[in-house]
């Protein structure tokens, strides 16, 4: 039975998994990343994925963006759920439904700025909204830039073109992983607020996994994942709060490596990233 409130929820949700669980390898080897995870992305909203490392972030997302499969469960982008497409419609949907922001720039380099925001248009042979195209980039602020080459750009610059060329074709979603990792924290900034400004000005909906506490507290929302499972999250949280619970759930794992028999490396591997 659904009611009026879970109508609601399930309009606005841009992507979704139900029971995600996701294990790598098998016998001795088996690796659970995802251990039944009910998420929901909402529309029009910035989250911020976050977690100890090997929690299962990046196979959340990847599993999310259609770029891997789930062992059990269901992931949707809108209404549509993964597991029912074929190899060709999934090629389609992550081309024309759903942007990607990676850590590394991924720019063409012979290809200036403005070409590279339209190329994947231009692959797909669909017509850009010259409107939204001209809105984007009045938001990446990079009007004087765009006919130079990636070499002549920035760093933060080269990733405010590759947010913008996610943003051209103006996906239900758009999938960073790690997006200011390789950039100073100033650049860093400046593509981080360029997300939220997409955000709040363009309506986008934006799921970014991050380990940096500054960098989720862009967010509207940061989740948190330890284990293949989702402990938590918290609406608008400042850089600080994003820490102190991170320490918790970092504590929380190494209790739990401990009582699995860790080994003194391991061990020490959990103190030396509670130290970071
Ligand atoms: P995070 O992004 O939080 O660092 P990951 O999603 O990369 O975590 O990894 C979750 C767990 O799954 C880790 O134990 C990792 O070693 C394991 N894992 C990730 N990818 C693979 C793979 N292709 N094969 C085997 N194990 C994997």
Same mark, same amino acid.
């Given at each position: 039975?659904?009611?009026?409130?879970?109508?609601?929820?399930?309009?606005?949700?841009?992507?979704?998994?139900?029971?995600?669980?996701?294990?790598?390898?098998?016998?001795?080897?088996?690796?659970?990343?995802?251990?039944?995870?009910?998420?929901?992305?909402?529309?029009?909203?910035?989250?911020?994925?976050?977690?100890?490392?090997?929690?299962?972030?990046?196979?959340?997302?990847?599993?999310?963006?259609?770029?891997?499969?789930?062992?059990?469960?269901? /992931?949707?982008? &809108?209404?549509? +759920?993964?597991? !029912?497409?074929?190899?060709? *419609? $999934?090629?389609?949907?992550?081309?024309? %439904? #759903?942007?990607?922001?990676?850590?590394?720039?991924?720019?063409?380099?012979?290809?200036?700025?403005?070409?590279?925001?339209?190329?994947?248009?231009?692959?797909?042979?669909?017509?850009?909204?010259?409107?939204?195209?001209?809105?984007?980039? /009045?938001?990446? &602020?990079?009007? +004087?830039?765009? !006919?130079?080459?990636?070499? *002549? $750009?920035?760093?933060?610059?080269?990733? %405010? #073109?590759?947010?913008?060329?996610?943003?051209?074709?103006?996906?239900?979603?758009?999938?960073?992983?790690?997006?200011?990792?390789?950039?100073?924290?100033?650049?860093?900034?400046?593509?981080?607020?360029?997300?939220?400004?997409?955000?709040?000005?363009?309506?986008?909906?934006?799921?970014?996994? !991050?380990?940096?506490?500054?960098?989720?507290?862009?967010?509207?929302?940061?989740?948190?994942?330890?284990?293949?499972?989702?402990?938590?999250?918290?609406?608008?949280?400042?850089?600080?709060?994003?820490?102190?619970?991170?320490?918790?759930?970092?504590?929380?794992?190494?209790?739990?490596?401990?009582?699995?028999?860790?080994?003194?490396?391991?061990?020490?591997?959990?103190?030396?990233?509670?130290?970071?």
């Amino acid at each position: 039975m659904s009611d009026a409130s879970t109508l609601a929820t399930d309009i606005m949700a841009a992507a979704r998994a139900v029971g995600a669980v996701k294990i790598y390898g098998s016998g001795e080897t088996e690796v659970r990343a995802l251990a039944g995870v009910d998420i929901t992305f909402e529309q029009g909203k910035f989250t911020a994925i976050m977690g100890p490392s090997g929690s299962g972030k990046s196979t959340l997302m990847h599993c999310m963006a259609a770029l891997d499969n789930l062992t059990e469960g269901q /992931a949707y982008i &809108g209404d549509t +759920d993964l597991s !029912t497409l074929t190899d060709k *419609e $999934l090629t389609m949907l992550r081309r024309d %439904r #759903v942007g990607f922001i990676f850590q590394a720039f991924n720019l063409v380099p012979t290809l200036n700025a403005i070409e590279n925001i339209t190329l994947p248009m231009d692959l797909a042979k669909r017509q850009p909204d010259q409107e939204w195209v001209d809105n984007v980039i /009045a938001t990446v &602020g990079l009007s +004087d830039r765009l !006919t130079h080459r990636p070499n *002549e $750009l920035s760093g933060g610059q080269q990733q %405010r #073109v590759a947010v913008s060329r996610a943003l051209a074709s103006q996906p239900e979603i758009i999938f960073a992983d790690e997006p200011t990792g390789n950039l100073d924290s100033r650049s860093g900034n400046d593509v981080l607020k360029f997300m939220r400004d997409a955000v709040d000005d363009l309506g986008q909906t934006i799921v970014m996994v !991050t380990h940096d506490a500054k960098a989720a507290s862009y967010a509207d929302r940061t989740v948190f994942l330890a284990d293949g499972l989702l402990q938590g999250e918290m609406l608008n949280p400042t850089a600080e709060q994003i820490l102190d619970y991170m320490k918790i759930l970092q504590v929380g794992q190494f209790v739990r490596a401990i009582q699995e028999g860790a080994t003194m490396e391991e061990v020490l591997e959990y103190m030396k990233d509670l130290d970071d």
